[in-house]
């Protein structure tokens, strides 16, 4: 570690000194996301299972709560309950990254940790360049820099990153979230049989490829891997228009499954499919860890959408990482389930079965507060049922359209709204509500909401409306919420 390192690492700790006190007391704080400690966070990065313990790097800006020269913040878990925050891992303390250790992953090979992330330089004019670099480090905790392990192939701006690295067989392969020269969105692939000496094989798919029309002028955070016997790249593509329900955010972040020929470099695959309806999803990355699993953790945000709007600004903070979610292929889709480790947060369940609600609005009895958990399974829904949070947010379902809507985070006098039409009908909503966030999980998560909410710090009431009948039973349990040191 370089004494620059030593530096940065010194003045981001200061930082979190200074403004410790003022974060810590915003009612908004979350109790089981992972937040900077000061400043910006975006991206997940590095996510890894190693020597059984999980490793969940970040994009951190520790100076300010916009974007700029990001560090890669560090969070260690060994049961996605209880965590440790860890020094920053990477800082943007070399020419090849001094404008941001940008995003990227994590493999291990021979016992070491090997962290793969873009470095952002800005040259004097302000003209970008961009450099995929690597870390390693012996403890997973201490990085040693070995520089630049992957050069700007011809064809593409420089808007070219996140490396996402993973083995095949006896070999590595790394995908690139690309901007062609015409402006399209592509995921390049590498090879490599030492993760030093990386080998260009091309464009896999991307926008204006043989399996897509036009399909964005980025694709940012690719991710490869394999789901059940299908191959599914995940990607944030920025650029497309919004459609019918779809496409609702500024970017959007989603999958495409297929089959990926390696020797060809050619993914052949289906239509893209969003992985989250709610209104602050981006840049997912997901990691298989010792257990078999495929986990995925997405940004609590997206770029370029109202960031500063977030009242978290005020207190010198903003944003926060998704629970931990597994992911499989029911032969169809991606279906996504919180990890069962989030259950060790729960407190005695208060159950309530069989509430019939007719033409009316109605608490149930000890069904409130935050942060919680619920779980709702509908015997009849006859023809609209909603719930409302906190007299700020609204859950509702009427002719198999689920809405999410909340004050509009900039002009709070205008409601916003993200929708999905469910394929079945609706049978089970599983609810996790933390100080200033939302997630729903939909019939088993078949679809996924996740969103930021920003209710009064006091208001505790939870509201359930029925038009017509809805029957329908209650799990509820009082979330103790991560354990940090
Ligand atoms: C996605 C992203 C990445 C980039 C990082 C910079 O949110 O723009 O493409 O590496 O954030 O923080």
Redesign the pocket.
């Known amino acids: 570690m370089s004494e620059k390192d030593q530096q940065l690492r010194a003045l981001a700790q200061e930082e979190i000194d200074k403004y410790k006190d003022k974060v810590e007391a915003d009612p908004y704080r979350q109790s089981f996301h992972h937040m900077p400690p000061v400043g910006l966070l975006?991206?997940p990065n590095g996510f890894i299972h190693w020597k059984g313990t999980y490793h969940l790097f970040y994009?951190w800006m520790p100076f300010d709560t916009g974007?700029g020269a990001?560090f890669w913040g560090h969070y260690i878990s060994k049961d996605f309950v209880n965590w440790t925050h860890e020094k920053a891992a990477l800082t943007p303390s070399d020419w090849f990254d001094k404008n941001?250790v940008?995003?990227g992953s994590a493999v291990t090979k021979d016992d070491l940790l090997y962290l793969f992330y873009?470095g952002n330089v800005k040259d004097e004019e302000g003209n970008r360049e961009t450099y995929q670099c690597l870390a390693v480090s012996e403890d997973g905790i201490n990085f040693e820099k070995k520089g630049v392990v992957v050069n700007l192939p011809e064809g593409y701006t420089a808007h070219f990153?996140?490396p996402k690295v993973w083995k095949k067989a006896d070999q590595w392969f790394m995908i690139i979230?690309a901007q062609s020269k015409n402006m399209e969105g592509k995921a390049v692939l590498f090879r490599s049989n030492d993760l030093f000496d990386w080998e260009f094989l091309g464009n896999i798919t991307g926008s204006n490829e043989e399996q897509l029309g036009d399909f964005g002028y980025m694709w940012?955070?690719p991710d490869v891997f394999e789901l059940n016997g299908k191959d599914i790249l995940i990607v944030?593509p920025q650029g497309l228009e919004e459609d019918g329900m779809n496409y609702a955010n500024t970017y959007q972040s989603g999958y495409f499954a297929g089959t990926l020929d390696y020797e060809q470099a050619e993914f052949t695959h289906g239509t893209f499919s969003e992985l989250d309806r709610g209104f602050e999803f981006?840049?997912p990355q997901t990691t298989l860890d010792d257990n078999g699993r495929r986990i995925l953790i997405g940004?609590m945000g997206v770029?370029d959408q109202y960031e500063q709007a977030h009242p978290t600004i005020e207190n010198q903070w903003v944003h926060c990482l998704t629970i931990p979610r597994e992911l499989t292929w029911n032969g169809e889709q991606i279906i996504q389930q919180p990890v069962e480790e989030l259950k060790e947060m729960r407190g005695p369940v208060l159950l309530h079965s069989s509430i019939t609600i007719e033409n009316d609005q109605k608490a149930v009895r000890g069904v409130e507060g935050k942060p919680v958990e619920l779980n709702i399974e509908f015997e009849e829904i006859e023809d609209q049922f909603a719930i409302e949070l906190f007299q700020n947010v609204s859950l509702s379902y009427k002719d198999s359209i689920l809405t999410l809507s909340r004050p509009h985070l900039e002009d709070k006098k205008r409601t916003e709204f993200r929708r999905v039409k469910l394929e079945e009908k609706l049978t089970k909503l599983h609810l996790f509500i933390d100080y200033s966030s939302l997630e729903v999980f939909v019939n088993d998560g078949k679809e996924v909401f996740t969103s930021r909410i920003f209710p009064q710090a006091e208001e505790e009431r939870i509201l359930f409306t029925s038009l017509g009948t809805t029957t329908f039973s209650i799990e509820q349990w009082k979330l103790e919420g991560f354990q940090f040191s």
């Open positions: 975006n991206d994009q974007h990001k941001g940008y995003s873009t990153r996140d979230g940012e955070c944030s981006y840049a940004w770029p």
